[in-house]
């Protein structure tokens, strides 16, 4: 079992950057990929980045390649996500994930419960 807690979201205007946190607790934190995924009002969870359990490996959706940069750092058990150029239609409930490598929910075994990210025009 793995429990993760995400924090770092609050409202932003456009253009600025934040960086949110991902906490993880029990089994070995460095066996796992770790995925940001989001989810906007009215709209399906979707992919945003993800990193190998080693780290030497990430990905990105179209919509954030470029912005978003996805870290971890095993001996403190965190990973990170740190958004740069945010756009309003950044706004959204942003969610950790710990599991398989994918870019699908599906690939996911264990989530935060989100923090809430708004971005201001």
């Known amino acids: 079992q793995v429990q993760l807690a995400e924090s770092g979201g609050k409202l932003m205007q456009a253009g600025g950057s934040l960086r949110l946190s991902c906490a993880a607790s029990g089994r070995p934190f460095s066996s796992y990929t770790m995925g940001w995924f989001r989810q906007a009002p009215g709209k399906e969870r979707e992919f945003v980045a993800a990193i190998s359990s080693g780290g030497g490996s990430t990905d990105y959706a179209d919509s954030v390649k470029g912005r978003f940069t996805i870290s971890r750092d095993s001996a403190k058990k965190l990973a990170y996500l740190q958004m740069n150029s945010l756009k309003p239609e950044d706004t959204a409930v942003y969610y950790c994930?710990?599991?398989?490598?994918?870019?699908?929910?599906?690939?996911?075994?264990?989530w935060g419960h989100g923090t809430q990210v708004t971005v201001s025009s």
């Open positions: 994930a710990a599991g398989n490598w994918g870019i699908s929910p599906i690939d996911y075994s264990y």
